[in-house]
């Protein structure tokens, strides 16, 4: 029973995401008074989950490691079937607790480090929601909830990364990031596609308990699927790009997201695989060639960073592509050490970042000599092996051209076959029609955009007849009185609309919609 206890390490902190929300919505008028509630919540919300997993560790070395536990099912569909179960082995324990002890920390610096901040509370919400998926990362029983933690991290990153949106740089880095982690998903939904269709489930019990009776080929295809997306969320060759455009984030974020918890999430992944991965030694010598060179990528570009930030990245890039060696080695014990090890003094690194530069009083130290000699390395070197213009044009610009396209098919295709007009000329609130009353804007007649097709003349039909409805008897004829109940009706509820419509709430609903639809 105390195993399950777990489960509040993941939702307390996305219950406090969501409280943050409500409140935000509640009481939209921000001002400094409320940022010690913010932070009284953030810092319960990131502490529950330390004390749980300590009760549990203590447990599990004075009785033994619960395992796996199931906790009912989640979705089923013929073959497939999904529970909702978690993995309190050794390596999910000792890794739960140490990711949700530097949670904490972050949370406690980030509480001062953003004072004075106006997106204070929506740090908090996004840090939320990012605490909680990295436990449902490392916890989860299976690949599907674990995609569900890897998703919303993946969401929580692009929303840091553009946490200053208003800057167009911020938010062109976090799409880019965004998009190349995207290839990544593609690979991980291949795993769990091959998971389901040689092994027969995704759970990792049943992976582990079945990976000698499954060929050859179907553990490669399903090693190739799920090593693409480590590599890609750990920022290897040839994905690492996208983590030198995520520094655009605030300092906590930087640490907590790429300095010490999710740029381990790949390495983490590995290791879950351990049992499937020792039998496909081509995946095992393909990440340990990927990872010696994006570890020394990683070693001589942080040679000539000239901040901090960049500097500590790109070491961070590099111990992880060791991590990645040792594990195509088969020593993923050592690779596990090294994970725990290393995320612990890279958080502390970038935590306390501000404070040496600010007690540094001098550059940054210039490139090696012998680095210099090498002027066609050195070169290299400082335009990062060009790898950011090759990542563009192979992943982000393709990408953003094909999204165009399709934009472009459904304005001029899709929208006319099925008759839905483009826009309507009506007035579609009644904001919008008080506007018209003061002489804000023009009035816009009695008739909507035309429509093709038979559905589409029907709702023409249908808007223009209550368009004329609202407009010369409901608003006019009902008097000031319902016109002033219906004013104090709208009031609010386009206040609502107006704080939904915004792209921190939409993005955080549909992250809320695909967690409910999974």
Known sequence: MVDHWAWLAILTPWAAALTLAVLRLMDPVWNETREKNVARISLFASLVPVVILLVLDVKGWAVGVGGAI???????????????????????????????????????????????EAGFMRFFMILNLFNGAMQMIILAGNAVLVFVGWELAGVSSFLLIGYVYTRETATRNANRALITNRFGDAGFLFGIFSAFTWFGGADWVHVSATVDQVETLGATLMGAGFMTAAMAKSAQIPFTPWIARALDGPTPSSAIFYGSLMVHAGVFLTLRLEPVLRQTPTILTIIAVLGLLTALMGWVIALVQSDVKSSLMFSTVSQVGLMFVWCGLGWFTLAAWHLGFHAMFRAWQFLHAPSLMHDLDRPSPPAPRWLIRWHGLHTAVLQRFWLEQIGDAMMAAP?????????????????????????ANAISTLAQWQDFQSGVIPQPGFSVERSTGVAGKLIQGLASILYH??????????????????????????????????PRYLLFMIALTFVIIL
């Open 399 to 423: 990408t953003e051209k094909l999204a165009a396209d399709m934009q472009v098919v459904e304005l001029r295709i899709i929208t006319p076959l099925t008759g839905l007009p483009a826009h």
């Open 70 to 116: 199931d906790s009912g099912e989640w979705f089923g569909a013929g073959p497939y079937r999904v529970t909702l179960g978690l993995m309190l082995d050794g390596l999910g324990l000792s890794m739960a607790t140490l990711m949700g002890w530097i949670a904490f920390m972050t949370v406690r610096f980030s509480t001062l480090y953003m004072h004075r």
């Open 469 to 502: 409805f609202e407009e010369n008897m409901v608003l006019k004829g009902g008097g000031a009185g319902l016109l002033q109940i219906l004013l104090n009706i709208g009031k609010p509820l386009t206040r609502i609309d107006f704080f939904l419509s915004e």
